[in-house]
């Protein structure tokens, strides 16, 4: 089992375009959705038609890529076979059968078109934005993660993705809408968290032939208004530490600290040197370079500051 090692846009574009329709008990998004929904351009609203509040969506229009640009490129070269499957499956869930979708089975080049600038009208709307603060949650919640499955191992880390999780024998159950039987055959498991669901595991299968597992993250997406207070970390250690210490989720050397932090090296390594005081990460010389991360203590730090 691995765990994901960045984002992908448009598996958070997804997943926020199905919370948006979501009409439940997950408080922490009601603030958002009313403001998303006022504000998504109509451009972006074919892909309402596509995806569902339960979770699920055509497998081809959210690749795990790594950006945008990639993504799209996946998105658009899908094979006519494999668009009309999706879409047939998505229909037979609760999606309407339209007549644009009924075109984009058909591979009609116009109605692809509607999609791209649909995705790209979403992404620009929902995704970009907030994208430093996706990566920023995505890292920390994936090294606390990768700190479980180190730490306590494979059983641990599976079940502590969800409540319902549990294990029945050499079978992982979970709660899921609709009955699927899962087989890995070897294949192994990717986990990719998300900051815009809030529910029941999703499963797809992943480019690589790993079944991807996609789980909320602890802690959602804070998506307040900029008139919010600012987060609790920030008022402990200050504004350049706190982004240090988000960025120490994936091990920097000095350099690249001063780097990302847009600082001179001996800035970035006083701030270093403060944060390993703090016992919030630790320093290692390799040759000429110093490289840094977190200790568990930061990384509980920042799951308890909703980085």
Known sequence: MTVADRPAPLVELGMAMEM?????????????????????????????????????GPLFLDPPSDDLEEGMDQV??????????ELRRMCAIDRPLTPWVRH??????????????????????????????IQAG??????????????QGLHAALTG????IRWR???????????LDLTLHGRGITLQPSLFWADHLLAAPHPDG??????????????????????????????????????????HTTTDLAHDLAVSPAAASM???????????VSQRDGKAMWHWCTALGLDLLAHGRA
């Open 104 to 133: 984009l089975a058909d591979r009609d080049r116009d109605a692809w078109q509607i999609l791209k600038l649909a995705v790209q009208a979403g992404h620009a709307s929902v995704i970009a934005e907030a994208w430093p603060r």
């Open 138 to 151: 995505f890292h920390a919640e994936t090294a606390w993660r990768s700190r479980i499955l180190a730490q």
């Open 161 to 164: 993705l969800a409540p319902s």
């Open 210 to 251: 790993r079944l991807l597992l996609i789980y909320p993250a602890v802690t959602p997406l804070p998506l307040r208004d900029p008139s919010s207070p600012a987060d609790p970390l920030t008022a402990l250690v200050g504004s350049t530490r706190a982004h240090a210490l988000r960025l120490l989720v994936r091990q």
């Open 271 to 281: 701030q270093a040197k403060v944060l390993r005081e703090a016992g919030l990460i």
């Open 20 to 56: 948006l329709q979501r009409r439940d008990g997950h408080p922490v998004f009601s603030p958002w959705r009313r403001r998303v929904a006022r504000s998504l351009p109509r451009t972006a609203h074919p892909i309402l038609q596509l995806v569902s509040p339960l979770g699920a």
């Open 76 to 85: 658009l070269s899908t094979p006519r076979a494999r668009a009309r499957a």
């Open 169 to 179: 024998g050499m079978t992982l159950e979970a709660a899921f809408p609709r009955d």
